[in-house]
């Protein structure tokens, strides 16, 4: 869709026209994607955009867009964007419905529900009682969802409109990987933005774990009860995040990591890392501070 066409209604002059293709905060890779820009703070993530893709920006940041982005100017960009995207996001960035398809030897609990379209489940699917599978959800074959989980749905993202709170629709998917078991209580968020929210091959979350939109986590990981990880982070293989720990938006835990019970994770986590506390830290460096305050 062309961004003139996108604009069209809005308090908004396009200066450069580009093609469209979905929605997006700066942060996000992808060509094609509209962005809003208003704040010289991000200006880093500006300049590490590249390819194809429209920005809307203040008239007074109009100058730091690259020439070779679409344009749009207006006073407000992120409710410019917000109010496209309520118009025209579930047009761009929603899949195309489809008719369920269940596999005949999945096991579903009579009291389970699943959306009328848009889902897949593999052979030997087990979905325990008032589970809750919506619509554009993958589960492929040997995984468990326990009861009351949920999968799919809107996550956690509100914006402001004409001076009203909103919560920002999602119209991205779930995809669960082989072998995984999703325990009791558990809720994976739908992708925002397009995006998809993944757990992968082998990998446990046990009761009642959130997983916000777009997280992917790797193979063969433990996340053990009432763990919390934030929007966008990645989870790689064989990674293990204590009970009760929340780890932010954004992070990339690295394969084989470990998070202690109760941590609080800010920051990236290297490859094999260890990291306790609130704010989390390195484990060794959380004990030698320990001994230092026990004298």
Not at 41 to 67: C, E, K, M, Y
Not at 110 to 130: C, D, F, L, W, Y
Not at 141 to 155: C, H, K, S
Request: proline share 4%; net charge negative.
């Amino acid at each position: 869709m062309l961004l003139s066409r996108m604009m069209d209604g809005l308090p908004a002059q396009v200066v450069r026209d580009v093609e469209v293709t979905g929605f997006g905060p700066l942060n996000m890779t992808g060509e094609g994607l509209l962005h809003y820009f208003g704040d010289p703070r991000f200006q880093h993530q500006l300049d590490a955009l590249s390819g194809n893709r429209a920005v809307l920006a203040t008239p007074d940041t109009a100058s730091l867009i690259p020439d070779g982005f679409g344009l749009a100017l207006c006073d407000n960009p992120k409710e410019a964007f917000l109010k496209a995207y309520l118009a025209h996001g579930e047009a761009i960035e929603a899949p195309a419905p489809f008719a369920n398809q269940i596999d005949p030897t999945a096991r579903i609990h009579p009291r389970a529900a699943i959306a009328e379209h848009s889902v897949r489940i593999g052979a030997h699917v087990t979905i325990g009682a008032n589970a809750v599978v919506h619509e554009r959800v993958t589960i492929e074959d040997r995984a468990a969802i326990g009861a009351n989980t949920v999968l799919g749905g809107d996550g956690f993202e509100v914006g402001m409109i004409d001076g009203r709170q909103i919560a920002v629709p999602h119209f991205g998917s779930v995809l669960i990987r082989s072998g995984a078991v999703i325990q009791s209580c558990c809720a994976v968020d739908w992708g925002l933005y397009g995006g998809c929210t993944e757990i992968g091959e082998g990998t446990v979350l046990d009761n009642m774990v959130h997983i916000a939109h777009n997280v992917r986590v790797g193979r063969n990981c433990q996340l053990i009860a009432c763990v919390f990880v934030g929007g966008s982070t990645v989870i790689e293989d064989e990674a293990r995040i204590g009970p009760n720990a929340t780890v932010s938006n954004g992070l990339r835990i690295g394969r084989g990591a470990r998070v202690t019970i109760g941590a609080v994770v800010t920051r990236h986590v290297e490859e094999g890392g260890h990291v306790t506390g609130n704010f989390a830290i390195p484990h060794g460096q959380f004990m030698d501070n320990l001994r230092k305050v026990r004298g």
